[in-house]
């Protein structure tokens, strides 16, 4: 059976920070950072959007060249 994340681990501050995967509501690409729209805010750290959509296909989609994920419940 597949194993899905519950947490998306992220480089913020120079330290790993998790994030809980039902926290975000979607994520956006600008600049070479990536966005995540959270219950609680906003946070912007560098990545490239492939990478992350690679790392959450099955949980999150791209709906946009920018606009990248969307987050659908299962």
Avoid: W
């Avoid at 330290?15 to 926290?23: S, W």
């Avoid at 600008?30 to 492939?50: P, Q, V």
């Avoid at 099955?58 to 920018?66: E, K, L, M």
């Amino acid at each position: 059976a597949e194993q899905r994340k519950k947490k998306l681990v992220i480089q913020y501050g120079g330290e790993g920070k998790a994030i809980p995967l039902n926290d975000i509501y979607y994520m956006e690409s600008r600049n070479h950072n990536i966005i995540l729209y959270l219950k609680n805010g906003n946070m912007e750290y560098y990545a490239k959007i492939g990478d992350l959509e690679e790392e959450l296909a099955g949980q999150f989609y791209r709906i946009h060249r920018v606009t990248v994920c969307i987050m659908v419940s299962q």
